[in-house]
């Protein structure tokens, strides 16, 4: 039987990247976007869902499919406020955690970072760390988080300061050895294909999936 899958935060870098590789994957029947703006010339196969994410529950009776794909991120850059980056980077993922087991998706992931600790002094990595714990107290089935290092690719926003920052990373990329390894950049490519093949093999034991598990699976498909 063919699937629907959502994805939320396909306008994004992963996100965009997860689009194209569902868009030509047979399995799938219908992909269902939910976003603010409309993303132009995609196939029938493609549903979107246009408005404020902050009040997803709005798309309550839309929001149904077999999986749900989370790739919904700012930056404090781009968001300064911090109310609004928690609304965003914390709100959104756990409110469509709660969505999906409302309307009982058995599969849901959500890319998150590396850090993410609610414990964490740092608010970035407190937030991530809260979203993940809520997320998975609404205990669906087969829940994946991923946590990547930095993630590099071709944006359609510039990101000036990351940019230098991947630009540094690259360079002394060679030092990364041994426990190390886990900083070395990710391609958002390699986390979709993760993504996409976690969805397709619930079976996988691990639920946090670090940045170096994401490179492996992704490798070993």
Known sequence: MKKTAIILGATG???????EKLLKDDRYETIKLFSRTKIEGLPNKVKQFIGNLLELDQFKADFTADEVYCCIGTTAKKTPNK????????????????????NNIPTFLVVSAMGAN????????????????????QNIKHT??????????????RRPLEKIGLVVVKI??????????????????????????????TSHTEVIITSNDIKNIAKNI
Do not use: C, W
């Open 172 to 201: 002394i990329q060679p030092l990364f050895i041994g426990s190390l390894k886990k900083y070395k950049i990710i391609h958002a490519e390699t986390i979709a294909q993760a993504m996409i093949h976690l969805a397709n093999n």
């Open 118 to 137: 609610k414990k964490s002094s740092v608010f970035y990595n407190k937030t991530k760390g809260e979203m993940e714990h809520d997320v998975l107290q």
């Open 13 to 19: 870098l992963t996100g965009h990247v997860l689009l």
């Open 83 to 102: 109310t609004l980056y928690k609304q965003i980077d914390y709100g959104i993922p756990v409110t469509a955690a709660k969505l999906s087991k409302e």
């Open 144 to 157: 994946f988080i991923l946590r990547p290092s930095l993630i590099g690719g071709k944006r359609n926003e």
